[in-house]
């Protein structure tokens, strides 16, 4: 348990549907971020929301639209999927104390939703 | 964005025994971490080690940033091992993550 909480933990979905995926971190962090895991490739970073702003968006197709209403929760919202974004996707927070390269930004991750796209 | 490299990318080992894990990555990096990925997804934090030598009862982590690389050991493996280990190199936001290393114990 890390203290970061995802569901659905499995999702299957049709190209046409609309669903969304939430993430809840009870560590007090004030970083949020999602991630997607293809099989056989690196994790690789979608969103990052930072005293709930989004601070990156990493070149995501705008059929996923990320929400942070609070400092606890994201969510992602998905829309008009593909199956190739069949994927695990993570959800993870951090503790971001300031500008500088001297400050924590250990995460923690959730444990994944697994979405099928048919 | 840094580029960070892990070898082996696969390790099959028979339970008992010792062994090393590499992490190189290409540029500096604020911070770094180890992950281990279980069969069902989940990251669960192995350590965070800017540098230094870090011990977790049978894993170990070294990190030389000055040389852009980090170290796992994990001595006397066992099947619960078994997984997926990540390293993963911190600048600004972003973990930037290595492929992996597919570690296999077999009893």
């Known amino acids: 348990e890390t203290g970061v909480t995802q569901t659905p933990r499995h999702l299957v979905m049709g190209m046409t549907n609309k669903k969304s995926l939430k993430c809840e971190q009870h560590?007090?962090?004030?970083?949020m971020y999602w991630y997607k895991q293809s099989a056989k490739k690196p994790l690789e970073l979608m969103f990052v929301?930072?005293?709930?702003?989004?601070?990156e968006n990493n070149s995501v197709p705008s059929r996923f639209s990320p929400e942070c209403p609070n400092s606890s929760h994201l969510f992602l919202h998905l829309h008009t999927l593909q199956p190739e974004d069949s994927a695990l996707y993570l959800c993870?927070?951090?503790?971001?104390?300031?500008?500088?390269?001297?400050?924590?930004?250990?995460?923690?991750f959730g444990p994944g939703t697994r979405l099928t796209v048919t | 964005g840094i580029q960070v490299e892990q070898s082996p990318p696969d390790l099959i080992l028979q339970e008992g025994a010792n062994s090393t894990l590499r992490c190189n990555f290409s540029d500096s990096v604020n911070n770094l971490q180890w992950f281990h990925q279980n069969p069902w997804g989940q990251l669960i934090n192995l350590f965070y080690i800017p540098s230094g030598t870090k011990q977790n009862g049978r894993l170990s982590a070294t990190t030389v940033a000055t040389e852009r690389y980090s170290l796992l050991y994990i001595s006397s493996s066992q099947t619960t091992d078994s997984g997926v280990y990540f390293c993963?190199?911190?600048?600004?936001?972003?973990?930037?993550f290595g492929a992996g290393t597919t570690v296999t114990v077999r009893a």
């Open positions: 929301y930072s005293l709930e702003e989004r601070v």
């Open positions: 993870a927070s951090s503790q971001e104390t300031g500008g500088g390269r001297d400050h924590s930004y250990e995460q923690y």
């Open positions: 993963a190199a911190v600048n600004d936001y972003k973990l930037s």
């Open positions: 560590l007090g962090h004030n970083a």
